[in-house]
């Protein structure tokens, strides 16, 4: 069974940005042109709510997906 996303996360400090593979589009889901996150992607903090919530999204999908295999 294929995965049907690959997360590549990317952290400085409490700062962090999350990048989305899919296999049908074989790109990452964003507008990168150059191998440097535009300062707007490093949007989301551990250490606040709204970050917590993005990176136990991304874990929870993860664990969904991996059940699947």
Not at 19 to 43: F, H
Request: charged content about 25%; proline content about 7%.
């Amino acid at each position: 069974m294929p995965i049907p996303m690959l997360y590549g996360p990317s952290a400085f400090g409490t700062q962090f940005c999350v990048y989305e593979y899919t296999p049908e589009g074989r790109s990452l889901l964003s507008d990168l042109v150059t191998n440097t996150a535009p300062r707007d992607r490093w949007n989301l903090d551990i250490s606040e709510l709204e970050g917590e919530a993005r990176l136990k999204e991304v874990v929870g999908h993860i664990r969904q997906m991996v059940a699947k295999l």
